[in-house]
Antibody, heavy 120, light 106 residues
Framework: QLQLQESGPGLVKPSETLSLTCTVS??????????WGWIRQPPGQRLDWIGS???????DLKPSLKSRVSMSVDTSKNQVSLNLSSVTAADTAVYYC????????????WGQGTLVTVSS | DIQMTQSPSSLSASVGDRVTITCRAS??????LNWYQQKPGTAPQVLIY???TLQIGVPSRFSGSGSGTDFTLTISSLQPEDFATYYC????????FGGGTKVDIK
């Protein structure tokens, strides 16, 4: 059974870069049918899609975050990574790793989420 | 961005009640509309995709309808495990989510 697990620092200082990794277990990230994405949820707020990446490295990023976001895939480790630069308190959120079939599809598999707090 | 507006933002209901949640998109999204359920401290789970298709394993008391800009999620007979927050999400262009509807016990 395919599972997603987020990992990374729970505390990041303002102006620094938030870095998270999603490890896929029980299956291959190279399954060409799927995209792998990141969604965040600030406390008490709505879900916010950040972007998605295919196993080939093709990315689709939220326009308002594009200048601060980078994503990568490491097929040898079955991992997807997220970097969000120049963070502020507004980036404090639970970050979820997700899977979806294509850019028009629903998010059918979610990781458990990891809370990242931006604070000095 | 396509704006998604859900109503109501919260509702109180009893076990056995019929519950209806609406979602409106700021532009035509055809049937690229999905519904999720989220319980406290857990990740959302998809209930319905493509406006009206039930995800495998989801009880048949859940149903979805609509197209264009107006959509509805209906729970035909609310069960204790259905008390949660529900979100709509458009997948037509750069995914965006509604603000959520919290369903709690009356």
């Amino acid at each position: 059974q395919l599972q997603l697990q987020e990992s990374g620092p729970g505390l990041v200082k303002p102006s620094e870069t938030l870095s998270l990794t999603c490890t896929v277990s029980g299956g291959s990230i190279s399954d060409s049918f799927y995209y792998w994405g990141w969604i965040r949820q600030p406390p008490g707020q709505r879900l916010d899609w950040i972007g998605s990446i295919s196993y080939r490295g093709n990315t689709d990023l939220k326009p308002s975050l594009k200048s601060r976001v980078s994503m990568s895939v490491d097929t040898s480790k079955n991992q997807v990574s997220l970097n969000l630069s120049s963070v502020t308190a507004a980036d404090t959120a639970v970050y979820y790793c997700v899977r979806h079939l294509n850019s028009l599809a629903w998010f059918d598999l979610w990781g458990q989420g990891t809370l990242v707090t931006v604070s000095s | 961005d396509i704006q998604m507006t859900q109503s109501p933002s919260s509702l109180s209901a009893s076990v056995g009640d019929r519950v209806t949640i609406t979602c409106r998109a700021s532009q035509n999204i055809r049937t690229y509309l999905n519904w999720y359920q989220q319980k406290p401290g857990t990740a959302p789970q998809v209930l319905i995709y493509a406006a009206s298709t039930l995800q495998i394993g989801v009880p048949s008391r859940f149903s979805g309808s609509g197209s264009g800009t107006d959509f509805t999620l209906t729970i035909s007979s609310l069960q204790p495990e259905d008390f949660a927050t529900y979100y709509c999400q458009q997948s037509y262009n750069n995914p965006t989510f509604g603000g959520g509807t919290k369903v709690d016990i009356k």
